[in-house]
């Protein structure tokens, strides 16, 4: 496959090409309420062409590598009629020769198809145990990639990630009270991503049942603690999507907030994106540009470090790329997106950031949330009070709003006990979703957080 794409390329006399041809077998496995709904496994195959020109890329997409001549063709009359406001060259980098294969003990493409029915099977038998319980379903997912990248500048890459993940959800009726709780857990470490989970589903059914029975949040401010799985997407959607390059080289009010050097948030926080994480959801060898993955700080001490980049954003705003440069599949075209990105650890424990809150709000899990710059919104999965330190009664319908850099500077705590969330779905953007990502965080205790509720 290389040498066919190399030989296409090796036709263009001036400028700059690339292309992607990428194999996906995926599979899919679906019982909601005791039935199979759906189980498939299918293969599409296909690649792109990037024609760059005086700071215009011309994209083209085929179907058959006999057909990648003619999309260069494309791709080329493309970028040559476009008319980009400024003229850059992409920031200079190494080409990469190498074939990446992840390491796993149990690749998902040698367990039999019916094993994977009797799993899913298996674990959607542990969702029943209660006549509150009015729908379930679990979910697994397969997604093998086998991706081929070559450039006119002799990049020749060959990457193999193997993802697999599980989701479960529980809807609970009590009354015209109506409450779900899920768990979604998956990455690229191999078949036994997916194994031995039964402890995880059974405390599921847990959540329903005290999500029912808890009375509404009282709406006001409080001191709260986020713990990893909520933390970890506050920092992706509320501050992630900020850092993104090709936002902030188009936005002057966000270039300026965005300042490299400024103050943003406690000392006491670090935040970082690194796609060369090997097995997490969010990790890839090499992003859609060829440049090698690897760790840049966003906040080092509460101070903005960083911002992420493709090779085209560190070109426009004389910076280095960062391995960001990343599209859903073969037929989009590349933007800044994040990989996996998370808080540092930090030096307290859970017990020493619940010391001396009288009356807070402990927070678990995310169900989704809204971001416009930099104001947020965000609903958990689940909440318990803080009463005199202690972790006390469930309580529903906690509701997250504030100012990101408000936030930020309230954090006054930060735990040391940082885990990263996969599973299945992912990040959109541009009207690519679900983009591959992990974030995560150690539980963080925030001051002054708006909570609306009853």
Not at 84 to 99: A, F, G, I, N, R
Not at 228 to 234: E, K, L, N, S, W
Not at 248 to 261: A, D, F, P, Q, Y
Request: aromatic share 8%.
């Amino acid at each position: 496959m290389i040498e066919n794409l190399k030989e296409a390329l090796s036709k263009i006399e001036n400028g700059y090409a690339d292309i992607r041809f990428e194999t996906w077998k995926i599979t899919d496995i679906n019982i909601t309420n005791g039935k199979i709904e759906s189980s498939s496994t299918n293969i599409v195959s296909g690649g792109s062409v990037r024609f760059f020109h005086r700071g215009a890329f011309g994209f083209s997409t085929f179907t058959s590598v006999e057909d990648v001549e003619k999309a260069i063709s494309s791709a080329e009359k493309l970028a040559k009629l476009l008319k980009p406001s400024q003229e850059v060259e992409l920031y200079p980098t190494k080409p990469q020769k190498d074939h990446f294969k992840a390491r796993v003990s149990i690749h998902p493409d040698s367990v039999s198809f019916d094993e994977k029915v009797e799993l899913v099977k298996r674990y959607h038998s542990i969702l029943k145990g209660s006549e509150k319980f009015v729908a379930t379903s679990v979910i697994y997912r397969e997604e093998l990639l086998t991706r081929h990248f070559v450039s006119t500048e002799g990049a020749e890459i060959v990457e193999e990630r193997p993802y697999c993940g599980i989701a479960a959800t529980i809807t609970g009726k009590e009354g015209d009270i109506l409450q779900r709780a899920n768990r979604t857990f998956g990455d690229l470490r191999g078949y036994e991503t997916v194994l031995h989970r039964e402890a995880e589903l059974e405390s599921l059914k847990k959540d329903v049942l005290d999500l029912l029975k808890a009375d509404k949040v009282e709406g006001g401010i409080y001191t709260v603690i986020l713990d990893p799985q909520i933390a970890g997407v506050f920092i992706h959607e509320a501050f992630g999507h900020l850092s993104e390059a090709d936002h902030v080289s188009r936005n002057e009010r966000l270039k300026e907030i965005m300042t490299l050097g400024k103050d943003i948030a406690t000392e006491i926080l670090s935040v970082v994106d690194d796609g060369s994480i090997e097995g997490e959801r969010g990790f890839i060898a090499y992003d859609d540009d060829g440049v090698k993955s690897g760790k840049t700080y966003l906040i080092k001490n509460g101070k903005l470090s960083g911002r992420l980049h493709s090779r085209f954003t560190a070109a426009i705003m004389d910076e280095r790329p960062t391995g960001n440069s990343r599209a859903i599949r073969f037929n989009y075209m590349p933007l800044v997106r994040m990989t996996n990105t998370y808080i540092e650890n930090g030096e307290s424990t859970l017990d020493e950031l619940l010391d001396g809150i009288d009356r807070g709000l402990y927070v678990v899990g995310a169900l989704g949330g809204n971001t416009e710059l930099e104001m947020f919104t965000f609903s958990s999965a689940k909440a318990y009070k803080i009463e005199n330190g202690k972790i006390t009664d469930p309580v529903r319908d906690v509701i997250l709003s504030g100012n990101l850099f408000e936030t930020l500077r309230n954090i006054d705590g930060v735990a040391n006990d940082l885990k990263m969330f996969g599973g299945l779905g992912g990040c959109g953007k541009g009207g690519q979703m679900p983009l591959p990502v992990s974030d995560g965080a150690p539980h963080i205790r925030i001051r002054n957080v708006v909570i609306g509720g009853k």
